[in-house]
């Protein structure tokens, strides 16, 4: 039975530190998680008193922003037309359309920025309608 060198002694104390440092922060996940609980639960009736929904009474975290794939021209290309196709009649202008296909209204824009062609255009500024050419 020998006694453990020095190093062997500070190797064994860092791995009781990193275990201790492990459960210090298990713990207080745990707590972060029963504060968010009590949060709610005042929230909740703090509505109740109030009368309004949880939601307006105090600061809801905002919702996040759905992510788009990013899409080449040459993929928008025969979504864009087939809108156009059933719901451009009357033309549509850039927000319109960008519903039809799910994408943002700026990447309709640039799309025909980059597409002159693609559509025939009429009106100008925010009345912009596009038309099948």
């Known amino acids: 039975m020998s006694t453990p060198t020095a190093s062997e002694q500070i190797e064994q104390l860092e791995r009781q530190i990193q275990g201790l440092k492990k459960q210090a922060l298990i713990e207080l996940h745990e707590q972060l998680a029963e504060a968010r609980k009590t949060v709610a639960d005042l929230e909740k009736e703090l509505a109740q008193l109030t009368g309004k929904p949880a939601e307006e009474s105090g600061a809801a975290p ?23 196709a ?25 799309f025909i920025a980059n597409n002159p062609t693609a559509l025939k255009r009429q009106g100008a500024g925010p009345g912009t309608r596009f038309f099948l050419p």
């Open 62 to 84: 905002s919702a996040r922003r759905t992510r788009r794939q990013s899409i080449s021209d040459e993929e928008l290309k025969p979504m864009v037309l087939k809108a156009m």
């Open 86 to 110: 059933q719901h451009g009649m009357n033309g549509l202008n850039a927000k319109e359309i960008a519903a039809r296909v799910g994408q943002d209204p700026l990447r309709i824009r640039k």
